[in-house]
């Protein structure tokens, strides 16, 4: 089982909702701050929602402040990130990891991902 796998993507039409997951394993989860990330052809992975260990207080770029929610229950070791209203720039390929509190630094190898399309 590799740490991280990321599932819940899909199609949407544009202001539709999408929930994604994130299945962590193989360490600690609530005692990880987490994040997801999200990646464009020709583009970095870009940091785009945060949520603290073991939970409570979470931030947003400011792309996706008041459409997506960060959440995570740690009694299943899962972190979602349920995203409304839904925008054509969202599409991306989505990503979870932990991070470090001081640098952001994502700590454990990357999934594989979950691609999110919005499109008509």
């Known amino acids: 089982q590799a740490p991280l796998v990321e599932s819940g993507g899909g199609l949407a039409q544009p202001g539709g909702s999408l929930r994604l997951s994130c299945a962590a394993s193989?360490?600690?989860?609530?005692?990880?701050?987490m994040a997801w990330y999200r990646q464009v052809p020709a583009k970095e992975r870009e940091l785009i929602a945060s949520?603290?260990?073991?939970?409570?207080?979470?931030n947003y770029v400011d792309a996706v402040k008041g459409r997506f929610t960060i959440s995570r229950d740690n009694a299943q070791d899962t972190l979602y990130l349920q995203m409304d209203s839904l925008k054509p720039e969202d599409t991306a390929v989505y990503y979870c990891?932990?991070?470090?509190?001081?640098?952001?630094?994502?700590?454990?190898?990357w999934g594989q991902g979950t691609q999110v399309t919005v499109s008509t």
């Open positions: 990891n932990a991070v470090s509190t001081s640098t952001t630094l994502p700590l454990f190898p």
């Open positions: 193989r360490f600690s989860f609530a005692l990880y701050n």
């Open positions: 949520i603290e260990s073991p939970g409570g207080n979470s």
